[in-house]
T-cell receptor, first 116, second 111 residues
Framework: GAVVSQHPSRVICKSGTSVKIECRSL??????MFWYRQFPKQSLMLMAT?????????EQGVEKDKFLINHASLTLSTLTVTSAHPEDSSFYIC????????????FGPGTRLTVL | LAKTTQPISMDSYEGQEVNITCSHN???????ITWYQQFPSQGPRFIIQ???TKVTNEVASLFIPADRKSSTLSLPRVSLSDTAVYYC????????????FGGGTRLMVKP
C-alpha cells in the first residue's frame, strides 16, 4: 500500500499559538488528501478534503479559517491549527487516495496535538 | 451512504479464529465493503475490501452474503498483537472517496 508520513508525531503548544502539521505521500503523487480528527475513545471524523492546486473542501461544522489547509504539491498537504485552544487537543490523521482508479485510502501515523 | 453497525467490543484468546460481523442493510449497488484496523495512537491500516462472496488475503478473509446486507471479517489464529479497533466501512465507488467511520469493534485478545 501507499506510504504516508506525518510530522510532527506529537506536539504540545500554548493556547493561542498556531501549529502546522505536515502530511506527505512518500511513494506516489496524491491529488487528493484527507484530514481527520479523532478524540479519545471516539471514531475518526473527516474534517476536510485537500485538493492539490485548489481550495480544500471542509465538512459541515469545521471552521475553515481555524483549520487552514494547503496542498501545494502532489506529495504534501499541510494542516495549520490557528489560535489553538485546549478543545483543539486531538489526534489528527491524514490519508491519501491510493490512485486514480481506486477508492482505497491509506492513512498516516497521526499527530497528537496537546494545547495547554 | 449505508450506515454500518458492528459490535462495540469482542474478547478472544490467542490462537482462536475471530469473526466480526458488520450490518449494512441499506447498501447500494455501487457500494463495497472495506475494513480497517487501528492500534492506539496510530492511523488506521487497510485490511481488506470486497464487493460480494469471499475475499482472502494474507491477513484476513471477508465473507459477504448474496444480499450484501452484512459482512464478516475473519481473522485466523489471532495473537496478542491483533488487539485493536476494527472498522467496517461502506464505500461508494468513485464518489469522492468519502469514508465515514462508525464506532468500530474493539477486539481484545487475551493470552
Amino acid at each position: 500500500g501507499a506510504v504516508v508520513s506525518q510530522h510532527p508525531s506529537r506536539v504540545i503548544c500554548k493556547s493561542g499559538t498556531s501549529v502546522k502539521i505536515e502530511c506527505r505521500s512518500l511513494d506516489f503523487q496524491a491529488t487528493t488528501m484527507f484530514w481527520y480528527r479523532q478524540f479519545p475513545k471516539q471514531s475518526l471524523m473527516l474534517m476536510a478534503t485537500s485538493n492539490e492546486g485548489s481550495k480544500a473542501t471542509y465538512e459541515q461544522g469545521v471552521e475553515k479559517d481555524k483549520f487552514l489547509i494547503n496542498h501545494a504539491s502532489l506529495t504534501l498537504s499541510t494542516l495549520t491549527v490557528t489560535s489553538a485552544h485546549p478543545e483543539d487537543s486531538s489526534f489528527y490523521i491524514c490519508s491519501v487516495r491510493a490512485g486514480v482508479d481506486t477508492d482505497t485510502q491509506y492513512f498516516g501515523p497521526g499527530t497528537r496535538l496537546t494545547v495547554l | 451512504l449505508a450506515k454500518t453497525t458492528q459490535p462495540i467490543s469482542m474478547d478472544s484468546y490467542e490462537g482462536q479464529e475471530v469473526n466480526i460481523t458488520c450490518s449494512h442493510n441499506n447498501i447500494a449497488t455501487n457500494d463495497y465493503i472495506t475494513w480497517y484496523q487501528q492500534f492506539p495512537s496510530q492511523g488506521p491500516r487497510f485490511i481488506i475490501q470486497g464487493y460480494k462472496t469471499k475475499v482472502t488475503n494474507e491477513v484476513a478473509s471477508l465473507f459477504i452474503p448474496a444480499d450484501r446486507k452484512s459482512s464478516t471479517l475473519s481473522l485466523p489464529r489471532v495473537s496478542l498483537s491483533d488487539t485493536a479497533v476494527y472498522y467496517c466501512l461502506v464505500v461508494r465507488r468513485n464518489a469522492g472517496n468519502m469514508l465515514t467511520f462508525g464506532g468500530g469493534t474493539r477486539l481484545m485478545v487475551k493470552p
